[in-house]
Nanobody, 123 residues
Framework: QVQLVESGGGLVQAGGSLRLSCAAS????????MGWFRQAPGKEREFVAT????????QYADSVRGRFTISRDNAKNTVSLQMNSLKPEDTAVYYC????????????????WGQGTQVTVSS
């Protein structure tokens, strides 16, 4: 079992940057693929980015590709999401998730979820 805790959310102006972090408990973190999802008020949860166990394979949603970067540090049991050139439409609660299998772009493929961290991008 894995517990995930997100941090780093906040308020930022459009065009700014923010870095989210996710800390995982347990000693099997390195065996999990990790993902970031987000959910805006009144909208469905959507895929943002994912990274495999070694950190060498990444996938991004079209809406964030080129602006966001996902990375992980298995020695520290953390995964991060660097967000640059933020837009108001990036405003959402961002969730960290862990998958026992390979990387995936659908939420149902993930086994563990954090509580989320709020990101608000103002115009």
């Amino acid at each position: 079992q894995v517990q995930l805790v997100e941090s780093g959310g906040g308020l930022v102006q459009a065009g700014g940057s923010l870095r989210l972090s996710c800390a995982a408990s347990g000693r099997t973190f390195s065996s999990y693929a990790m993902g970031w999802f987000r959910q805006a008020p009144g909208k469905e949860r959507e895929f943002v980015a994912t990274i495999n166990w070694s950190g060498g394979w990444r996938q991004y949603a079209d809406s964030v590709r080129g602006r966001f970067t996902i990375s992980r540090d298995n020695a520290k049991n953390t995964v991060s999401l660097q967000m640059n050139s933020l837009k108001p439409e990036d405003t959402a609660v961002y969730y960290c998730a862990a998958s026992r299998n390979g990387i995936a772009t659908t939420g149902r493929a993930y086994d563990y979820w954090g509580q989320g961290t709020q990101v608000t991008v103002s115009s």
